[in-house]
């Protein structure tokens, strides 16, 4: 194997995972996308059978429970289905975009910025400073 190839067979998921770095969102850590990437940024099938029983027991057992495929022009139906029967979901993704807009999880909610107009409260062993309308104390 070269090294073209070794990461052919790795395409779909390292992209994803460069999308994820720069967009600076998280991937979600149950999902794998099983997916060669063309250079079109279409998904081709890996080998002839989209998911064997064997596939679905790693995956399980790895901690995945979504699964991210290419759309087949002629699909397993049965392998589909023992594979949902045993708890994976099986989704379809004709692109990369697809692949990666299920895979990343939502971005979160921007924080508001601190509002720059209030003051710290005083510290309890100094007295807050006095007001211009107001006049310090008189001497004893």
Same mark, same amino acid.
């Given at each position: ?15 994803? &995972?460069? &999308? &994820? ?20 940024? %279409? ?22 429970? %979504? ?6 022009? =002629? #699909?397993?139906?049965?392998?589909? =289905?023992?594979?949902?029967? %045993? ?13 990666? %807009? ?6 979160? &909610?921007? !924080? #508001?910025?601190?509002?720059?107009? !209030?003051?710290?409260? @005083?510290?309890?062993? !100094? ?7 107001? !006049?310090?104390? @008189?001497? #004893?």
């Amino acid at each position: 194997l070269s090294v073209t190839t070794g990461l052919h067979w790795a395409g779909a998921t390292m992209a994803v &995972a460069l &999308a &994820a770095a720069l967009a600076r969102r998280e991937v979600r850590p149950d999902t794998k996308a099983l997916a060669c990437l063309t250079g079109h940024g %279409r998904l081709s099938q890996l080998g002839k059978q989209p998911l064997t029983v064997y596939d679905v027991e790693v995956l399980l057992a790895a901690g995945f429970r %979504r699964v991210i495929l290419p759309v087949m022009p =002629q #699909p397993n139906h049965q392998s589909l =289905q023992e594979a949902a029967a %045993r708890g994976l979901e099986v989704l379809h993704a004709p692109l990369l975009a697809d692949t990666i %807009r299920l895979s990343l999880l939502p971005a979160a &909610a921007p !924080q #508001p910025p601190p509002q720059q107009d !209030q003051q710290p409260p @005083p510290q309890e062993d !100094q007295q807050p400073p006095p007001q211009d309308d107001q !006049q310090p104390p @008189p001497p #004893p």
